[in-house]
T-cell receptor
C-alpha cells in the first residue's frame, strides 16, 4: 500500500512549455484533489474530482487541466507554463464517506524559468 | 465552508502539552473540525477530526466547546518532531475539498 504517489518530485520548465504532473493512489479513494502551495502560504485548491469521469474547478484553476479516467490516477496538466506557476504541488485523496481525512502525496516542486 | 482563525505561531517546551486553539464561530451543524499538520515541506498529514464530542487518537486529542465555536488540539507530550504548521479546517461531511488558511506554526523548544 503506497498511498498517494506523485511524480516527478522536482521539475524545471521553461516559460511556455507544457507538462503533466502525475498522481496515483492505491487506496480506492473516490475523491482526489490538486493543491498548490506558494512560499509562506497555505494550500490552495486547483482542481478536484469526486470520481472517475468527474472533475471540477477549485480556487485557482486557470492554466491547469485535469482528467480522471480511472479511480487511481488524477494527472494535472500545465498547458503553457508561466513563472507564476512556480510552486509546490500536492495531490490528495480521500474516501467519500464521512470520518476520513485526506491523504497527501509528498509533492512536486516546480520551477518555471 | 466556515472560516477558521488560528494564532500565527506558538512555542512549547519539549515534553509539555501543546494546546493549539482554533476559532470557527460561523461553523454550521453539519461541519466537522479537522486538524492537519505540515512538517517542513512535506505533504500535510491528517491528525484528527470531530463533530461535537471530544476525540482522542494516538497522535492527539481534540476538545470542541459545547457551542462548537472553537476547538483546541492537544499534543500531550510534545517532541521536537512535532515542530510543524498546524491547520484547523472545517469541512462538511463528504465535501470534496479543503480550504487551508495559514495555520499555526508550532515550535517545540528543547
Amino acid at each position: 500500500n503506497a498511498g498517494v504517489t506523485q511524480t516527478p518530485k522536482f521539475q524545471v520548465l521553461k516559460t511556455g512549455q507544457s507538462m503533466t504532473l502525475q498522481c496515483a493512489q492505491d487506496m480506492n479513494h473516490e475523491y482526489m484533489s490538486w493543491y498548490r502551495q506558494d512560499p509562506g502560504m497555505g494550500l490552495r485548491l486547483i482542481h478536484y474530482s469526486v470520481g472517475a469521469g468527474i472533475t471540477d474547478q477549485g480556487e485557482v484553476p486557470n492554466g491547469y487541466n485535469v482528467s480522471r479516467s480511472t479511480t487511481e490516477d488524477f494527472p494535472l496538466r500545465l498547458l503553457s507554463a508561466a513563472p507564476s506557476q512556480t510552486s509546490v504541488y500536492f495531490c490528495a485523496s480521500s474516501p467519500s464517506t464521512a470520518g476520513y481525512g485526506y491523504t497527501f502525496g509528498s509533492g512536486t516542486r516546480l520551477t518555471v524559468v | 465552508d466556515a472560516k477558521t482563525t488560528q494564532p500565527p505561531s506558538m512555542d512549547c517546551a519539549e515534553g509539555r502539552a501543546a494546546n493549539l486553539p482554533c476559532n470557527h464561530s460561523t461553523i454550521s451543524g453539519n461541519e466537522y473540525v479537522y486538524w492537519y499538520r505540515q512538517i517542513h515541506s512535506q505533504g500535510p498529514q491528517y491528525i484528527i477530526h470531530g463533530l461535537k464530542n471530544n476525540e482522542t487518537n494516538e497522535m492527539a486529542s481534540l476538545i470542541i466547546t459545547e457551542d462548537r465555536k472553537s476547538s483546541t488540539l492537544i499534543l500531550p507530550h510534545a517532541t521536537l518532531r512535532d515542530t510543524a504548521v498546524y491547520y484547523c479546517i472545517v469541512r462538511v461531511t463528504g465535501a470534496n475539498n479543503l480550504f487551508f488558511g495559514t495555520g499555526t506554526r508550532l515550535t517545540v523548544i528543547p
